[in-house]
């Protein structure tokens, strides 16, 4: 299982003006996103080996927008989080993927906000868990899908 945030892994900002990443602006709701051409690229790459679920508060507009902009599926699941989640979560997403993936599913979760809080969760998960951080001018690599590729094979290798 694969969560994919959109800002900061898709949705890029921060990039020097001069030496602009492949990608356009774009409108989505009012709201101007540069979308990464590159990490439409790379997330499709990694449709073949993970059940891909989009893991960021763009909720349904994911599918609204993405599909059209980076030409990838329409259709891919998302997560709809608790609009004030209050202090019992360390994190505001950490419920909605444990309830989607339960306790020992193995996930991986593609985000630029993995605080401390994800991070203890991660380590306490029976599932296998993979933490992936991007960087909001980057967004997602090919060194990202590599650590992913990397992390895949060894959960296949290893005895069920």
Same mark, same amino acid.
């Given at each position: ?101 339960? %306790? &020992?599913?193995? $996930? ?7 605080? @401390? !809080?994800?991070?203890?969760?991660? #380590? =306490? ?10 960087? %909001? &001018?980057?967004? $997602? ?7 992913? @590729? !990397?992390?895949?094979?060894?959960? #296949? =290798?290893?005895?069920?």
């Amino acid at each position: 299982m694969l969560f994919v945030d959109i800002d900061a892994v898709i949705s890029l900002w921060g990039f020097d003006s001069n030496d602009c990443p492949a990608g356009a602006f774009h409108n989505v709701d009012g709201v101007t996103h540069f979308l990464s051409s590159d990490a439409g690229k790379h997330l499709l790459g990694l449709l073949d080996r993970f059940e891909v679920a989009w893991c960021s508060g763009w909720e349904e507009k994911a599918d609204e927008h993405l599909p059209y902009a980076l030409a990838l599926p329409r259709g891919l699941a998302f997560l709809s989080f608790e609009r004030n989640p209050g202090r019992g979560h360390g994190h505001w997403k950490l419920a909605a993927i444990e309830a989607y993936a339960g %306790p &020992a599913r193995p $996930l991986a979760w593609i985000d630029d906000a993995h605080d @401390d !809080a994800c991070h203890a969760w991660a #380590a =306490a998960r029976r599932g296998p868990t993979l933490l992936v951080a991007t960087a %909001p &001018a980057v967004g $997602l690599s090919s060194a990202h899908v590599d650590e992913l @590729d !990397a992390w895949a094979d060894t959960l #296949a =290798a290893s005895p069920q």
